[in-house]
Structure formats: structure tokens, C-alpha cells
């Protein structure tokens, strides 16, 4: 049994109420560690280094910063293995993928972020006989708040800009998944990273995430999870008018016209349906096809989709590991149920299975329906698993309308060689984000969220610097 432990003002220490909550690993339902429990008195003391450290890193200089960021962004890239094992067991994700994209991607973001900071610049405004300009200061203590689908990944997206720009942070990962995030902590005290700069505070989204909303020392919030828990955010301190950044869920779609690339399509179809066990925000969970193709497309993704191999996420042959919890699964698997009671049917998946030495994991074969009406539930609520549908369409105009038809807005991925198609469609799909021809092709400085229930604000780049400081204008008449 692993004891995590929190990294308040410098050290690792239990929580203040020694209590703890068990941490699992989905491949084989065991507990492997346990987390501390923490509530309000660990947040209290979290803030008072937060605080206490905050003059002393925003005047620290830009050079200084950088330097200890890289740092810690090495030091994440020489530990990749050792990450990767970590993170895949903490979350069921195969390993491969957490050594080929998650924890390189983490250290990417401390990497990217150390030097934007030393790019970054605020405007100045020249009015007749006076000028005008901008200083960006540190807010001062700001919150962070992570989901559990790829941890490390996005726990460093929001901490990595927030330290750049000269916050103090208290970070908290999700409970389900904090094994990286305690590892980070010991990376953060080797790399030299001064007392009370980065506090991560273990525990439950209801207490200790709750209590940062509602501390009013945490002058900003920068939040990704589900739109139902950024709603619970908002509404807490919106009134006290903090700064908000939240990123949440998705449906989002997948158009696919007869004049696109089919095979770099199809191949990229498969990805973008079921990596990380469809369990990432940008995954599109509602194919439509144009008709003339699709009798064909239903073929050959089913016949690809049925070859992906689900099992041991350690295992190097594995495509598809564990769905993260028993909590998580329960959900997909009641929404492959309400498909069928909906109408629809299944074509590939739907089938919960247990590989060899595996008997007590969480897996969910990936699944493919077709037959939904693309306003039922199953097509318009989020369903965050390996679960895709497919529908035909005729027109832009038809896919346009069933596309922007659910109250999310986060991605979505055209496939055409119509240069003129893919420029009015991305310009009326309801989303932050769209690529054409491609799928989660990311430049970290492109502005990074969603519009409607999937989000407020922008990360990414300068974006995510201009959310974690404060703009000053100072007006000098000569
Ligand atoms: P979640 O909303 O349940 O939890 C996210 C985090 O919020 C966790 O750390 C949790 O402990 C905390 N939390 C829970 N209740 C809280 C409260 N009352 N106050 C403050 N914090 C609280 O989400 P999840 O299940 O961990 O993650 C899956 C969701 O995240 C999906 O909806 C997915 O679409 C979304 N997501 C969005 C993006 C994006 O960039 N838009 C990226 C990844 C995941």
C-alpha cells in the first residue's frame, strides 16, 4: 500500500485529520494506495504558505522562474518510465499511452510554459501628448483543479502557467486518480521550487475542492471536470467575483464527407473514438457519415473497432485498458443499456469483459451504435467511455443542424477536401475548438476551450498567461 501524502509549504505531510481515501487501480480493481483525506484545515494552511510565499516568487525574476520550471520539466522527462507506470496504473490507461503522450505531455507543458514567460509581453496605447500601458501582474493565490482522465497532463497545464506568471497555487487533483500529482510533488522539492509556491492538497472535489471555491484568500479558479461540478464552481464564486477559467464536458462531433482522405479517416476515426477508452474531452462520440459512404464506413470501423485489443493496460499489445472506476463504469455501462432502450442497436462492444489475471477491472469493449435519432439522450448527453454512434446525413445544412443540436460545444473534427466546405462549416459549428482533416493535432499556444455548457475562457499560450495575471493600465500625460 502506497501513502500519498500533501506538499504544503515545502514538505510532504498527512492530512491535518490523518484520515485517508483508498486509491485504486482499475486494470484489476485493487486498492494500491491511499490518499490523504483532507478538508478545510489543510486548505487553511495550504493558503497561509500560498501567501506567505507569494511576494517573494512574483518579484522573483521571469530568468529565475524559467529556470526552476525547466527544471522540473526535465526532471519529469527523465522519470518518464517510472511516471507512465504510475499514471496507467492509477488510471487503467494503457502504458504505452501514458509513455507516449501523457507524461511527455506533462512535461511539455512545464517546458512550454517556462519559456512563453520570457516571450511575454502587455501592450502600450500612445494618445496625443500621453501614453498608455499595460502591466500584467500575479494575481496572487490562485486554484487549480483537475480531473482524473489524463491527470498529470492537466494538473501541469493549469500549474505550469499559474507559477510562469508569478501565482503561488494550491493545486488539487481529482481523488480518484492523485498518484502523479503526489510524484510531482517530490520532482517540485528536488527541482528547488521555494516553500509555499505549489501546495497540492489531496482529497475529495466536495470538501477540499469546494473549500478553495469558496476560500476567499484563492483569487481565481482555473477548473476542468465535468459541467456539472463547474456549474457548482461558478455559482459559488461568481459572487465573489473571482476569476474563472472552466473547461468542461463535451459531446462532440465527427463529420465525415465521401470526398475526404478515407483511409488517413478512418485510421483517425479510430482514435478519436476510443483512446484513453474514449475517455478524453475531445474524443467525438457522434459520427455522421454522408450517405453515399456510409454502408461502407459502418464496415470497415466496425471490422477495425472489433480488432482493438482490450486488456492489461501494461501490456504493450493492449489499444484499449481499464475504464477508471467502478463509479465510471457503472455509468457507461447504464448508457449502452438506455442506447438499446432508445432504439438503437449495437454493432460492435457493448460487452463488459475481464481479461485473464484480471477478473476484478473495470472493461468495457469498444462499443459502436447506429439507429439513434441524433436528439435522444444517448446523442446529446455526455457519456465519457468507449461508446460512439453513428448516423447518416444528406446535406451540410441537415449535418450542420444535428451537429450544433446538443447544448455542448467543445471540438469537433470535419474530414473533406473541400477547401470551401471546411471553411464555412468550422465558421458555424458551436465550438472552441475544430480540425479539419486531423484529430488532436495540438500547437500549445492555439487558445485551448469550448462555448456553451463546455466552458468559460480560454487556456493555452498567451491565453493562459493573460487568465493568471491582472491587467494594469497606467496612463502618463506629457
Ligand atoms: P468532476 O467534475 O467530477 O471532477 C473534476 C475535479 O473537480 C476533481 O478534482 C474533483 O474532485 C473536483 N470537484 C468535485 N466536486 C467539486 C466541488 N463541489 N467543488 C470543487 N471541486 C470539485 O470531473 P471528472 O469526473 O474528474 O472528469 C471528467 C469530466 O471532465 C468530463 O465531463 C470531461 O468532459 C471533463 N473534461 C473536460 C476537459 C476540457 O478541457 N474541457 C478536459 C478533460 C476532462
Not at 526552476?68 to 517510472?82: E, N, P, S, V
Amino acid at each position: 500500500m502506497i501513502p500519498l501524502e500533501n506538499y504544503i509549504n515545502g514538505a510532504l505531510s498527512p492530512a491535518v485529520n490523518k484520515t485517508y481515501i483508498d486509491v485504486y487501480n482499475p486494470a484489476d480493481g485493487s486498492v494500491f494506495a491511499q490518499a490523504p483525506n483532507s478538508d478545510k484545515e489543510d486548505i487553511a494552511l495550504a493558503y497561509q504558505a500560498a501567501q506567505a510565499a507569494f511576494p517573494g516568487w512574483s518579484s522573483t525574476s521571469i530568468q529565475m522562474r524559467s529556470r526552476i520550471l525547466i527544471k522540473i520539466a526535465d526532471a519529469i522527462a527523465d522519470d518518464l518510465d517510472a511516471l507512465a507506470v504510475a499514471e496507467s496504473m492509477d488510471n487503467g490507461k494503457p502504458l504505452s499511452l501514458a509513455k507516449r503522450v501523457d507524461i511527455p505531455r506533462a512535461s511539455d507543458n512545464f517546458r512550454f510554459f517556462a519559456q512563453a514567460i520570457t516571450q511575454f509581453s502587455s501592450e502600450s496605447h500612445e494618445m496625443t501628448r500621453a501614453i498608455n500601458y499595460t502591466l500584467r501582474q500575479a494575481i496572487g493565490v490562485v486554484g487549480c483543479i483537475s480531473p482524473w482522465n489524463l491527470p498529470l497532463y492537466l494538473f501541469s497545464w493549469k500549474i505550469a502557467p499559474a507559477l510562469a506568471a508569478g501565482n503561488t497555487v494550491i493545486a488539487k487533483p481529482s481523488e480518484v486518480t492523485p498518484y502523479t500529482a503526489y510524484l510531482l510533488s517530490k520532482i517540485c522539492i528536488a527541482a528547488g521550487l521555494p516553500k509555499g509556491v505549489l501546495n497540492i492538497v489531496h482529497g475529495e472535489g466536495a470538501q477540499v475542492g469546494a473549500e478553495m471555491t469558496k476560500h476567499p484568500g484563492i483569487k481565481a479558479i482555473s477548473f476542468t471536470g465535468s459541467t456539472r461540478v463547474g456549474g457548482e464552481i461558478a455559482k459559488v464564486a461568481a459572487p465573489m467575483f473571482k476569476k474563472l477559467s472552466l473547461e468542461m464536458g463535451g459531446k462532440n462531433p465527427n463529420i465525415i464527407f465521401a470526398d475526404c482522405d478515407y483511409d488517413q479517416m478512418l485510421k483517425t476515426t479510430l482514435r478519436s473514438s476510443f483512446s484513453n477508452q474514449g475517455q478524453i474531452c475531445l474524443c467525438g462520440s457522434r459520427i455522421f457519415i454522408e450517405r453515399s459512404i456510409y454502408d461502407k464506413f459502418k464496415q470497415d470501423f466496425v471490422s477495425a473497432t472489433k480488432q482493438l485489443v482490450v486488456g492489461d493496460p501494461s501490456d504493450d499489445k493492449t489499444d484499449i485498458g481499464a475504464i477508471v472506476s467502478k463509479l465510471h463504469f457503472d455509468k457507461i455501462h447504464s448508457y449502452i443499456q438506455l442506447a438499446q432502450e432508445e432504439g438503437g442497436t449495437i454493432l460492435a462492444g457493448g460487452k463488459v469483459i475481464q481479461p485473464k489475471g484480471k477478473e476484478n477491472g473495470w472493461y468495457i469493449t469498444p462499443t459502436i451504435i447506429e439507429g439513434l435519432a441524433a436528439d435522444c439522450r444517448t446523442n446529446t448527453e455526455e457519456i465519457f467511455g468507449p461508446v460512439v454512434s453513428i448516423m447518416p446525413f444528406d446535406t451540410e445544412e441537415e449535418v450542420l443542424q444535428y451537429a450544433n443540436s446538443t447544448d455542448y460545444g467543445l471540438s469537433c473534427t470535419l474530414w473533406t477536401s473541400d477547401l470551401t466546405r471546411a471553411h464555412t462549416l468550422s465558421k458555424a459549428i458551436h465550438a472552441g475548438i475544430v480540425w479539419v482533416n486531423t484529430w488532436l493535432h495540438r500547437d500549445l499556444r492555439t487558445p485551448f476551450g469550448g462555448v456553451k455548457n463546455s466552458g468559460v475562457g480560454r487556456e493555452g499560450g498567451l491565453d493562459a498567461l493573460r487568465f493568471f495575471t491582472e491587467a494594469k493600465n497606467i496612463c502618463i500625460k506629457y
